[in-house]
């Protein structure tokens, strides 16, 4: 694993190195570096979401590729990815900090200013993205006991003292990160917050961090914090998610074969926060409000996600009566049951990706 300090992302001026000659009749790749911080609790799924990353960008119906930008990129998707679709299993929690950093590569229509008698014309697009995937213990309160410190249930060797100090350095590494993105992924998992309520607990620590990093050396324009937030709602084809989208109102189906359903695009927001009202045992209330307070409105987009997606049977098809694509066993480990379907996995980097195109400055 990367040691965090290691992490250095190419400056955003860099000069060029030596180009190839170019064809001045073929549209050139529009390049484009974005960094991506990834935000979540413990368990809400941070590994799993960059696992299958590679899964819903080939499931994707657009011309998109992903790879690495360094072998130890590569290996990750190699070996996460191997995990979830041929082991089907679900990739052990983060205990280190990881930085990773791929390029994603598509194309997109751009205008031409009507040269060559073409008001538009297809291009290639790479984003260049730069992800730090971090223990969700990092992000816990000091008011939780025991969880400020806390990396997977190993404390590395160190005493208790030598620990804290650890986690604290990186936690710092951490928000230094989260406040040069461009945007953040936040993943909200509904499943733990139903059953231990602390998703505001890891949230607002590192919310009052990273504005203090953020309004400190970075500076805004005005009281709210630059970057563009995708917020995740994980677990979507848990059963107690799924059932609480159904009953609300808010699915709709894909126009595929499968019929896999989402969350509508214009209601994931009002589906999140429901979930947060009607948290029982915590306060993710807040987690909405903060969200509304520190970020600018038109910067926020809300998405219902599911790492592995529902499960399809023999029929390839999604059936109510047979959807969930876990299983468990009676020691308590759990096994993906078919076939790895992602559902908005890729869809929240594609749009952070997409928010502040070149040609649109």
């Given at each position: 694993?990367?040691?965090?300090?290691?992490f250095?992302?190419p400056?955003?001026n860099?000069?060029?190195?030596?180009?190839?000659?170019?064809?001045p009749?073929?549209?050139q790749?529009?390049?484009?570096?974005r960094?991506?911080?990834?935000?979540?609790?413990?368990?809400?799924?941070?590994?799993t979401f960059?696992?299958?990353?590679?899964?819903?960008v080939?499931?994707?119906?657009?011309d998109?590729?992903?790879?690495?930008?360094n072998?130890?990129?590569?290996?990750?998707?190699?070996?996460q990815?191997g995990m979830?679709?041929?082991h089907?299993?679900?990739?052990?929690?983060?205990?280190?900090?990881?930085?990773?950093s791929?390029?994603l590569?598509?194309?997109?229509?751009?205008?031409t200013g009507?040269?060559?008698?073409?008001?538009?014309?297809?291009?290639?697009v790479?984003f260049?993205i730069?992800?730090?995937?971090?223990p969700?213990a990092?992000?816990?309160?000091?008011?939780?006991?025991?969880e400020?410190?806390?990396s997977g249930?190993?404390n590395?060797?160190?005493?208790?003292?030598?620990?804290?100090?650890?986690?604290?350095?990186?936690?710092?590494?951490?928000?230094?990160?989260?406040?040069g993105?461009d945007?953040?992924?936040y993943l909200?998992?509904p499943?733990?917050?139903r059953r231990?309520?602390?998703?505001?607990s890891?949230?607002?620590?590192?919310?009052?961090?990273?504005?203090?990093?953020v309004f400190?050396d970075?500076?805004s324009?005005?009281a709210?914090l630059?970057?563009?937030?995708?917020?995740?709602?994980?677990?979507f084809?848990?059963?107690?998610?799924y059932?609480?989208?159904?009953?609300g109102?808010?699915l709709?189906?894909?126009?595929t074969?499968?019929?896999?359903?989402?969350?509508?695009?214009?209601?994931?927001?009002?589906f999140?926060?429901?979930?947060c009202?009607?948290?029982?045992?915590?306060n993710a209330?807040?987690?909405?409000?903060?969200i509304?307070?520190?970020?600018?409105p038109?910067?926020?987009?809300?998405?219902?996600t599911s790492?592995?997606?529902?499960?399809?049977?023999?029929?390839?098809?999604?059936?109510?009566?047979?959807?969930?694509?876990i299983?468990?066993s009676?020691?308590?480990?759990?096994?993906?049951?078919?076939?790895?379907?992602?559902?908005?996995?890729v869809?929240?980097?594609?749009?952070?990706?997409?928010?502040?195109?070149?040609?649109?400055?």
């Amino acid at each position: 694993m990367t040691n965090p300090s290691q992490f250095s992302p190419p400056p955003r001026n860099a000069a060029p190195g030596p180009q190839a000659p170019q064809n001045p009749n073929v549209a050139q790749p529009v390049r484009e570096m974005r960094r991506i911080g990834l935000w979540g609790a413990p368990e809400s799924g941070k590994t799993t979401f960059l696992a299958a990353l590679q899964v819903a960008v080939l499931r994707n119906a657009g011309d998109w590729m992903l790879y690495g930008v360094n072998e130890e990129s590569n290996d990750f998707l190699d070996t996460q990815t191997g995990m979830l679709t041929q082991h089907r299993r679900f990739p052990a929690a983060t205990k280190f900090s990881n930085a990773l950093s791929w390029t994603l590569r598509g194309s997109t229509t751009q205008p031409t200013g009507k040269r060559f008698g073409k008001k538009s014309q297809v291009v290639p697009v790479e984003f260049n993205i730069d992800l730090l995937d971090s223990p969700g213990a990092v992000h816990a309160s000091k008011a939780v006991p025991g969880e400020a410190m806390a990396s997977g249930g190993d404390n590395l060797g160190f005493g208790d003292e030598q620990e804290e100090q650890h986690t604290e350095v990186e936690e710092d590494q951490i928000i230094e990160h989260l406040a040069g993105c461009d945007g953040i992924v936040y993943l909200f998992d509904p499943t733990r917050e139903r059953r231990q309520g602390d998703s505001y607990s890891y949230f607002h620590r590192t919310l009052l961090k990273l504005s203090r990093q953020v309004f400190r050396d970075r500076g805004s324009a005005d009281a709210k914090l630059p970057q563009h937030l995708a917020v995740c709602v994980t677990k979507f084809d848990a059963p107690e998610v799924y059932r609480q989208a159904r009953v609300g109102g808010y699915l709709t189906y894909d126009d595929t074969p499968q019929m896999l359903p989402r969350v509508r695009e214009d209601s994931a927001g009002h589906f999140f926060a429901e979930l947060c009202k009607n948290s029982k045992v915590g306060n993710a209330d807040l987690v909405l409000s903060s969200i509304q307070k520190y970020f600018h409105p038109e910067r926020v987009r809300y998405f219902a996600t599911s790492a592995v997606g529902f499960y399809l049977g023999e029929a390839d098809r999604f059936t109510e009566n047979d959807y969930w694509n876990i299983s468990k066993s009676a020691d308590g480990s759990v096994e993906i049951r078919g076939k790895v379907w992602p559902i908005n996995v890729v869809e929240p980097v594609l749009w952070l990706g997409r928010e502040m195109p070149p040609w649109s400055r």
